[in-house]
C-alpha cells in the first residue's frame, strides 16, 4: 500500500519520565512499511510507555516519534483514522454490547470492514448481545482486536493482543496479524511471548529497563552462535580430557556426553571423528541452537547495560 | 491471496460520526438504572411533593407556581451536571475516553456529541416535568419563553464544563461524591423546595440553580424579563467552565 519511502514507524532518541522515574531512555527504532516488528521485554521495560508516545497519548520527555511522517500528538486527528490501535486492557462502555461497540466504531471508518465478517473470524458471534462486563478478559482482548482493525488502517499497534487469550484464540490471532502483514498493512506489536515475536515478527526489538537491549530479525538474534550444544549418546565413562581444546565437554549422566563451544561444521566433524578414534559407538547425536529465549534471557537477567546488537 | 485487510483508511463524514456517538451516549444513559432515576425519579418527586402539599414554607402561595420552575432548574443540574461529571469520571477511569482517543471521533467530536447528548436528554426530560406539571394544575405563561430557553442553554452549558472539568482533575469516586454533595446542597439552599438564601447578586453567581430557577419563575409564571444579573451570573458560569474544560480535558 502506498505512502512511499516514510517508514510507518520512525523513533529517534525517546525519552519518557513519570516525577523521578525514568520509562523509556533514548530508545530509537524503525518500523518500515508492511513489515511487523515485535516490541520484547519485561513488564515495566517501557514498551507501553514507548506505544503512548506513539499513539500520541503522552508528549516525550526527550527525542521525536513519527508515525506515517506525521506527529502523533499534533497531528492525533489526522493519524486516528489511518491506524487501529489495540490498547492493553481495552476499556470500553461496559454496559454496551460486543456487537454495539464493534458497530460503533465501524461508523467512524470510511470505508469499514464487515463487522459480522470480524465477529465470526475472532469468535464473538455469540457474545454480540453480550454487554462488555460480562465477557472474559479473552474475549474482551478479542473486541479490542476487532475495533483496532475495523477501519482497515494501513498501521496497528497491538499492544499485548494476546493476554489472556487461550490458545486457541491466540492462533486465531496469529492468523490475522500474518494476514495483515500479507496483506500491506505495518504492525507494531508488543509482547512478552517469545514464541509470538518468533512466529510473528520481521524485526525484534528487546527492551530492558527502558533502553534497547538489542535488536534484529530473530534469525540475526538466534545465529550468532552456529550450534551451542552438541549432545552425544555412546559409550559410557570415556576419558574426555582429549575432546576438551577450546570446548566444553561434561559426560551428564552415564553415556550422555555434552560438548559446547566452537562447534562450526569442522568443529563438529572433530568431536565425532574424536569418538570414532576412541573406538566408542555413538548412537545418538542431537545439537541445540539459541532460541530466541536464550537471547532474550541472557539479555534481560544481567543487571549491567548491555550495548545495542545489530 | 486474501486482501481482507488490504489498507483503505478513512474517516467517516462528521455528521455521521457524531450521530452514532450521540445514539450510544443516550442509550447507555437509558440503560443505568441509577442515571434514570437521577434524571426522572429525583425531579418528579420533588414536584409531586413539594408542589402539592405543605411540606416546606414556600415565599408564595402558588406552590406549583414556585416549584415547578425550580424542578426543571434542578433536572437540567443534575443531567448536565451530576450525571454528566459521574458519567465522564468512569469512563476515564474504565479506559473509555482513552478508546474514543484512539479512533478518529477527536476531542471537540466527543466533546459535542456529550453536550449535545445532554441537551436531547434536558428537552425530553423538561416535556416530562412540564407535562406532569400542567397535569396537576401549574400554569405557566409562554409569553417569555425565550428567554428562559437562554438561561437554560446558559445554565446547562456551565454544568457540562463544570462537570467535564472535575471530571477531568478529580478520581473517579472524588467526583462521584463532589457532584452528589454538589447536587445535595444546591437542591436543599438551590430555592427548589425552600426559599433559597437573600444574598443579593452575588447569590446568583454562588448559587446558580438559584438563578437559573428565578429566571424560570420571572419568565414562565410573571410573564416578565429576567433580571440582568442572572444573565451576567450564568454568562459567566459558562464561559469560566466550558473554557476550563476544554483546556484540562485529557483522553486518560
Redesign the interface.
Known amino acids: 500500500m502506498g505512502g512511499g519511502d516514510v517508514a510507518a514507524v520512525e523513533v529517534r532518541d525517546v525519552v519518557v519520565r513519570y516525577g523521578d522515574t525514568t520509562a523509556v531512555s533514548g530508545v530509537s527504532l524503525t518500523l518500515p512499511r508492511g513489515r511487523v516488528l515485535a516490541l520484547l521485554g519485561h513488564n515495566g521495560a517501557g514498551k507501553t510507555s514507548l506505544l503512548q508516545v506513539c499513539e500520541g497519548f503522552r508528549r516525550p520527555d526527550g527525542g521525536e516519534a513519527r508515525v506515517l511522517g506525521l506527529d502523533p500528538v499534533g497531528q492525533h486527528d489526522e493519524l486516528m483514522p489511518r491506524m487501529g490501535i489495540m490498547l492493553q486492557s481495552s476499556g470500553v462502555y461496559p454496559w454496551a454490547t460486543a456487537g454495539e461497540i464493534l458497530r460503533l466504531f465501524a461508523s467512524f471508518a470510511a470505508n469499514p470492514l464487515d463487522t459480522d465478517m470480524l465477529l465470526d473470524r475472532l469468535g464473538l458471534r455469540k457474545f454480540e448481545r453480550t454487554r462488555f462486563r460480562r465477557l472474559s478478559g479473552g474475549e474482551q482482548q478479542r473486541l479490542g482486536l476487532a475495533v483496532a482493525l475495523v477501519g482497515r488502517p494501513e498501521l496497528v499497534f497491538l499492544d499485548e493482543p494476546t493476554a489472556g487469550m487461550d490458545t486457541e484464540a491466540r492462533h486465531t490471532t496469529w492468523q490475522l496479524i500474518e494476514e495483515l502483514r500479507a496483506d500491506g498493512v505495518s504492525v507494531l506489536l508488543t509482547t512478552h511471548l517469545l514464541d509470538e515475536a518468533e512466529r510473528l515478527a520481521d524485526d525484534v526489538v528487546i527492551m530492558r529497563s527502558g533502553q534497547v537491549a538489542a535488536t534484529g530479525t530473530p534469525a540475526e538474534l538466534t545465529s550468532s552462535a552456529a550450534i551451542d550444544v552438541l549432545e552425544v549418546r555412546a559409550d559410557p565413562g570415556l576419558d574426555l580430557s582429549g575432546l576438551r581444546a577450546g570446548r566444553t565437554v561434561a559426560e551428564a549422566s552415564p553415556g550422555f556426553y555434552t560438548v559446547s563451544g566452537s562447534l562450526d561444521t569442522a568443529g563438529l566433524a572433530e568431536v565425532l571423528a574424536w569418538f570414532a578414534a576412541a573406538g566408542a559407538a555413538v548412537t545418538a547425536i542431537n545439537t541445540r541452537r539459541r532460541t530466541l529465549e536464550d537471547v532474550y534471557l541472557a539479555l534481560t537477567a544481567t543487571q549491567t547495560p548491555v550495548g545495542a546488537t545489530k | ?12 463524514p462528521m455528521r ?2 457524531l450521530g ?2 450521540i445514539r ?1 451516549e443516550l ?2 444513559t437509558a ?2 438504572g441509577e442515571a434514570v432515576v437521577l434524571a426522572m425519579g429525583v425531579p418528579l418527586l420533588v414536584l409531586l411533593g413539594a408542589g402539592l402539599f405543605d411540606v416546606t414554607n414556600l415565599p408564595t402561595d402558588d406552590r406549583l407556581g414556585y416549584v415547578v420552575p425550580g424542578v426543571l432548574a434542578l433536572t437540567v443540574m443534575s443531567t448536565a451536571f451530576t450525571g454528566q461529571a459521574i458519567t465522564t469520571g468512569y ?1 476515564r477511569s ?3 475516553l ?2 474514543l ?7 471537540p467530536g466527543l466533546l459535542i456529541a456529550k453536550t449535545a447528548a445532554v441537551f436531547a436528554l434536558i428537552v425530553l426530560q423538561v416535556l416530562v416535568l412540564a407535562l406532569v406539571g400542567i397535569a396537576v394544575g401549574w400554569r405557566p405563561e409562554a409569553g417569555a419563553l425565550l428567554p428562559a430557553i437562554g438561561v437554560t442553554v446558559l445554565a446547562a452549558g456551565g454544568y457540562t464544563g463544570l462537570a467535564l472539568l472535575l471530571a477531568s482533575v478529580l478520581k473517579p469516586e472524588t467526583t462521584t461524591g463532589a457532584a452528589t454533595l454538589i447536587y445535595v446542597v444546591m437542591l436543599s439552599v438551590g430555592g427548589i423546595m425552600f426559599a433559597a438564601p437573600d444574598l443579593g447578586v452575588a447569590g446568583w453567581f454562588l448559587l446558580p440553580l438559584a438563578a437559573h430557577a428565578e429566571a424560570l419563575r420571572e419568565t414562565l409564571m410573571h410573564n416578565g424579563s429576567v433580571p440582568i444579573g442572572i444573565w451576567a451570573a450564568l454568562l459567566t458560569w459558562a464561559v469560566v467552565w466550558l473554557t476550563a474544560a476544554a483546556r484540562s480535558f485529557k ?2
Open positions: 491471496m486474501s486482501s481482507t485487510f488490504a489498507p483503505a483508511p478513512g474517516r467517516a455521521t460520526i452514532k456517538q450510544m442509550l447507555l440503560r443505568r469512563e474504565y479506559g473509555v482513552k478508546r482517543g484512539a479512533s478518529p471521533l477527536t476531542r483522553w486518560e
